[in-house]
């Protein structure tokens, strides 16, 4: 099994903020995808494919990465952007593993 | 527009079966992969289990593999994940998801959830 580990598991960060989160693969893996989940609601679809954007995800989010290393990074903070990031990898030998989950709040 | 929206579930004890259902429209059903996830109170999402289009194979990790069964019936566009011999350990909220397709295992539309509680 792939385990991905995400890092921090929380953290805080003031409006226009610059930030990144990370989830790094116990083996290498082709792509990596990325849902955002706010309280009570389902994840929704947010960064697919590595470095692609779901519809609707603003422009200040992207996401880049190979291998066993991967981010997804916010180049300016905004309040709406508080939510739990959770990074996801499918493998024909491990299938499909998620993250334990980064979650982002304004400070 | 692609819905997903699951039902059945609720409260039962342990050692109950329980089937929770996903009726899917706004596409194709027989052209995707079907995805059960789960997100224990307060925790993080695990996926369950996969269907093919056609419902001729299926994958589960080992945590529920023997205990749970996924199935589809592409006449009626609704997934079904029938849960066995359930565990105070599988209370959780149960989502469905479709997969986009290739390259694999990219979930792109999800449902609402149905809440799962085991509990005597």
């Known amino acids: 099994e792939i385990v991905l580990t995400q890092s921090p598991t929380t953290m805080a960060a003031s409006p226009g903020e610059k930030v990144t989160i990370t989830c790094r693969a116990s083996s290498s893996v082709s792509y990596m995808h990325w849902y955002q989940q706010k309280a009570g609601a389902s994840p929704k679809p947010w960064i697919y494919d590595t470095s692609k954007l779901a519809s609707g995800v603003p422009n200040r989010f992207s996401g880049s990465g190979s291998g066993t290393s991967y981010s997804l990074t916010i180049s300016s903070m905004e309040t709406e952007d508080t939510a739990t990031y959770y990074c996801q990898q499918w493998s024909r030998n491990s299938l499909i593993t998620f993250g334990s989950g980064t979650k982002l709040e304004i400070k | 527009e692609v819905q997903l929206v699951e039902s059945g579930g609720g409260l039962v004890q342990p050692g109950s079966p329980l089937k929770v259902s996903c009726a899917a429209s706004?596409?194709?059903?027989?052209?995707?992969?079907l995805n059960w996830i789960r997100q224990a109170p307060g925790k993080g999402l695990e996926w369950v289990a996969s269907i093919n289009p056609d419902g001729s194979n299926t994958y589960y990790p080992d945590t529920v593999k023997g205990r749970f069964v996924v199935s589809k019936d592409n006449a009626k566009n609704t997934g079904y994940l029938q849960m066995n011999n359930l565990r105070s350990e599988d209370t959780a909220m149960y989502y469905c998801?479709?997969?986009?397709?290739?390259?694999?295992?990219?979930?792109?539309?999800w449902g609402q959830g149905v809440m799962v509680t085991v509990s005597s």
């Open positions: 998801a479709r997969d986009r397709g290739l390259p694999w295992g990219y979930f792109d539309y």
């Open positions: 706004g596409f194709t059903f027989t052209s995707n992969w």
